[in-house]
């Protein structure tokens, strides 16, 4: 029984056809339904319910609540915060990851658990840690005392606290597209006479420009929406140095429901644009 | 020279040849980690040690933060139980259906990854809030409301980790051998026993892996939370606000205890997932790189 299938091609593509057939039937499409059914209420619906509530008074109202000087001006420093904490990431996210993947030492392993870490930490403790260490009562209160730059309540905490938050994405982005790379080819072109620098920046660098830009780009995604951590260091009462994320809580607190509907709405967006779009161009790029 | 390029390609040399380089390289790659992640992590320690082991239990063990905490486990883990069904089902309609609005479904499943959680917050306030049609509807049909209640932790928890799931099956799913389903089935196996018997197996670590880090995740969120729960003690505040109601009311040594065990928890289960991703890793051989 079992030879004669197997030595009949046409009888053993007939079951398979069949057996393919039954399986896609009334079965699938419940669960397909099921699938779909889920995604647009857990996701599609809050989504268009912020958008049609966002616009509810008209598009008059959304663009008065962007022209105040001070939700501008929270944008701004998001915006700010966003590009610092994207450059210090770049250099040293890229150099973690290099290390990571091209040396070998002891304590190689104890990186790569440490690394995950902030994925671990409530965004409100990793504000609270750097209150520890800055804050007035802090560790390094008489440090801060004696520079004279406030850190904690000011444009540095809230950075140091972004910093904290978004530290794996760079590294964990680029060990992968690391690993890949085929060092043959410096060794190639070590071989020709460039120099580190030449082979760093004309063989090595091309090939991890995907990843970077990828990762780049969710650190700053991650960045603009940052909340927890900087409203911590931020000192959530004092409310002086807004971030977008601040004002629509803030805004929320004093019932100005179309400025952090409309605030909420352009940030979701353009998170979602910057990551959806790199991700496609990743795509493209390899 | 030619030495250089007869060596063995898999063995990882540095781009930088002058030893300085290197070594100046690995020094601030690890002065940088330990600036960023060491000392603040040794700090909070330090802080919530400094009254002993004694009175950390009992911060953590007050009855107000108890409650917050137990709120978020049991929270996170429903999301969990949830989130494992129907990103593994997900997973299964994608990789094994066609459908129209299927590449929609795909791209829609990262969603929540881009968008902050704090906007996360303010989407199902606007939805199921009280003041709202579906929220006030729900209150008047079945007097349960979603927001400023633990339902509300549990959707916005279900949105956050949506893709951890999905993503972490789906790969797998589609390296399965079909082979082996047919084989099954023309051996007279129904769609159940398939499913159990052949399908299952193969993915119980990723769907594993999946789960424990949506757990992890979940235990710290606050962005969302404070928006869709509020922050009404032994009701709905989850142990991340209580940690900022007691940091903003100056009680250093409650934030700190329970900030420790928040970590503790949420750590040692990305630890297991970060175990168990090893592991089946080590178990598929064939694997591609």
Do not use: C
Not at chain 2, 138 to 156: R, V, Y
Not at chain 2, 192 to 212: E, N
Not at chain 2, 230 to 259: D, K, M
Not at chain 2, 281 to 289: A, M, N, R, V
């Amino acid at each position: 029984m079992k030879n004669s299938i197997a030595n009949n091609p046409a009888l053993l593509s007939r079951i398979v056809q069949s057996v393919d057939k039954q399986k896609g039937k009334w079965i699938g499409w419940i669960m397909i339904g099921v699938v779909l059914m889920y995604v647009s209420v857990l996701i599609l619906a809050p989504l268009i319910a912020l958008t049609v509530n966002a616009f509810e008074r008209g598009l008059g109202a959304v663009i008065a609540s962007f022209s105040q000087s001070y939700v501008l001006l929270s944008f701004w420093n998001t915006l700010w915060i966003g590009l610092i904490v994207v450059s210090i990431h770049a250099v040293f996210g890229t150099i973690v990851a290099w290390v990571f993947v091209r040396h070998r030492f002891p304590g190689r392993d104890l990186i790569n658990g440490l690394v995950d870490m902030p994925f671990a930490v409530s965004p409100v403790v990793a504000g609270y840690m750097l209150l520890l260490l800055f804050g007035r009562n802090g560790l390094l209160a008489p440090l801060v005392e004696a520079t004279g730059i406030r850190v904690a309540f000011a444009f540095p905490g809230m950075i140091l606290a972004t910093l904290f938050v978004t530290l794996p994405f760079m590294i964990r982005e680029l060990i992968p597209v690391l690993e890949a790379f085929d060092t043959r080819q410096e060794k190639a072109a070590a071989t020709l006479g460039a120099n580190g620098w030449q082979t760093f920046w004309r063989v090595t660098f091309p090939a991890l420009r995907w990843g970077m830009i990828y990762g780049i780009t969710l650190t700053f995604a991650r960045a603009l929406g940052e909340f927890g951590a900087v409203l911590v260091i931020g000192g959530a009462a004092q409310g002086k140095m807004m971030t977008t994320t601040l004002f629509i809580y803030h805004a929320l607190e004093e019932r100005q429901y179309i400025g952090a509907y409309s605030a909420a709405l352009a940030l979701g967006l353009f998170s979602l644009v910057l990551v959806l779009g790199s991700d496609r161009l990743r795509r493209k790029g390899h | 020279m030619n030495t250089l390029l007869a060596g063995n390609p898999k063995t990882k040399t540095t781009g930088t040849p002058l030893p300085w380089g290197r070594w100046g390289l690995r020094s601030v790659a690890i002065s940088y980690l330990i600036v960023m992640l060491v000392i603040p992590l040794l700090v909070i320690l330090q802080d919530g040690m400094r009254e002993g082991l004694v009175e950390l239990w009992r911060q953590v063990t007050l009855p107000i933060a108890w409650h917050a905490l137990k709120l978020t486990l049991w929270t996170s883990a429903m999301m969990v139980v949830l989130n494992t069904i129907m990103g593994t089902l997900t997973a299964f309609v994608l990789v094994r259906y066609e459908f129209p609005g299927k590449t929609i479904l795909n791209a829609i499943i990262d969603l929540p990854l881009a968008i902050p959680t704090l906007v996360t917050g303010v989407m199902l306030v606007v939805l199921f809030g009280p003041q709202e049609a579906i929220g006030s509807w729900l209150k008047e049909q079945f007097d349960t409301s979603i927001i400023f209640a633990p339902p509300g932790i549990i959707m916005a928890l279900l949105f956050l980790t949506f893709p951890f799931v999905v993503r972490s099956v789906q790969p797998v799913l589609l390296e399965l051998d079909l082979a082996q389903e047919r084989a099954a089935a023309t051996l007279g196996a129904g769609g159940w026993t398939i499913f159990w018997r052949i399908i299952l197996p193969p993915l119980t670590l990723p769907i594993l892996t999946g789960a424990l880090l949506s757990f992890a995740r979940a235990i710290g969120e606050f962005g969302s939370i404070v928006i869709v729960a509020g922050n009404i003690p032994l009701v709905s505040q989850t142990a991340a606000v209580y940690v900022f109601g007691e940091v903003e009311s100056e009680n250093r040594l409650g934030a700190s205890a329970v900030s420790i065990a928040m970590v503790a928890i949420a750590f040692s289960l990305m630890m297991a997932a970060n175990y168990l991703r090893k592991l089946s890793k080590k178990g598929s051989p064939e694997e591609i790189e």
